[in-house]
């Protein structure tokens, strides 16, 4: 539910992300792609989420049949949430309200090891359950529709309007795996195009888990990277880049990849001890008014909104302020953000968190009127924060 240390992060992750693509440093590439300046120096500390973005909140229904463990996904779609743990997905309403889930964790053959990742249309829900390779399809009345077997090592998901499901394997190699990228169509589940080769080098060593990979703008679907400077622009049949990101010269440079690294611990030392990297990208928003970029400087997630027109001013913040629970600051390097179509974040918060806080810096009538905004109880699952990026 926190975001860890990167490091943390990296060791417990097993999806492998390479630096592929245009960048700062390959001027050809670079070409074919908005650079996007960062300047990371210009931080705003906190700041009222308010001054950004439309909010609210969603509290999650809490009971001995629906408690949630660690969220694994999080998708907002026609003004519907849908919720995954590692052996669930749930529905719920905008106002919190639980409408369906899908409960088929199990060994059989309509059945998935854990939910690694999800999609759904609404109607239908796939399932990624990576430790058995396939992708389920389930209708909520928990039958299942349709079984897709790969011979690869899946980690993330992401379904289109055109009936293409993108599949993102990273920099894994086993069973003659090249490609990071694979799009199926779901009408025949034959995969039709692969992108960005595999880089050999990287897999001996970069692991590292994400959950923003996908993300959908109107008639763009962005894919990105963690430890990738580049925004690429996908469709069935190309992967093209489309931004890079530049942070004022503070890339994580082309030779620090190419050293001898033996694991991933090694390289986050070496990462750590440079301590002048600024590197993403976990979190990728377009907007009609500014691009949403989320990444990590000197070991803190940082969000820097870049406005589209020349006269624009840009923000750079680690912390939100919550005015509708009394400027209660989320910082950004302990939670974890769910990107959404459309210029969306989720944010899962502690309700215990919450109140500790109220009771530090409200006066009693101001946290009773808090407890009751979040129907305040033991052991209650997370309430959600929606995001909707001005």
């Not at 240390?5 to 440093?25: D, E, M």
């Not at 599949?167 to 009408?187: C, E, P, V, W």
């Amino acid at each position: 539910m926190t975001r860890k240390n990167l490091l943390r992060k990296a060791l417990s992750g097993l999806l492998i992300l390479t630096l592929a693509g245009c960048h700062p440093g390959k001027e050809k590439t670079q070409e074919k792609c908005q650079t996007l300046q960062i300047e990371t120096e210009t931080t705003a500390g906190s700041i009222r989420l308010s001054e950004v973005a439309n909010s609210s909140l969603v509290v999650l229904p809490t009971s001995d049949s629906l408690l949630l463990s660690e969220i694994n996904q999080i998708h907002l779609k026609k003004d519907f949430l849908y919720v995954a743990d590692p052996s669930s997905v749930y529905k719920f309403s905008l106002s919190g309200e639980c409408l369906g889930a899908i409960h088929r964790q199990g060994t059989g053959p309509e059945e998935y090891a854990n939910v690694s990742d999800f999609q759904t249309d609404g109607e239908h829900v796939w399932v990624l359950s990576r430790n058995t390779q396939c992708i389920n399809s389930y209708s909520w009345d928990n039958s299942c529709t349709s079984r897709i077997n790969l011979d690869l090592w899946m980690e993330n998901i992401c379904l289109t309007d055109s009936n293409t499901l993108y599949i993102y394997t990273g920099n894994d190699m086993s069973k003659d795996n090249r490609f990071q990228l694979h799009a199926l169509s779901l009408s025949d589940s034959s995969s039709t195009h692969h992108f960005l080769p595999v880089d050999k080098a990287k897999a001996q060593y970069l692991f590292v888990k994400s959950k923003n990979i996908f993300q959908q703008n109107g008639s763009h679907t962005y894919f990105t990277q963690l430890f990738n400077d580049t925004v690429y622009n996908l469709n069935a049949a190309a992967c093209t880049p489309a931004f890079v990101l530049d942070f004022s010269g503070k890339n994580i440079p082309s030779s620090f990849y190419n050293q001898p690294y033996e694991h991933i611990m090694e390289f986050f030392e070496k990462l750590h001890q440079e301590d002048r990297f600024a590197y993403g990208t976990d979190c990728f928003l377009e907007t009609d008014k500014n691009y949403w970029a989320g990444y990590f400087y000197k070991k803190q997630y940082r969000m820097s909104i870049l406005p589209k027109s020349a006269d624009g001013k840009q923000i750079c913040f680690g912390t939100l302020l919550v005015d509708q629970l009394y400027d209660y600051p989320v910082n950004l390097t302990d939670v974890t953000l769910f990107v959404q179509d459309n210029g969306q974040i989720v944010l899962p918060l502690q309700p215990d968190d919450i109140m500790e806080y109220g009771r530090t810096h409200l006066s009693p009538s101001q946290q009773q009127e808090l407890a009751d905004k979040l129907h305040y109880t033991d052991d209650q699952n997370p309430v959600l924060l929606l995001i909707r990026a001005i």
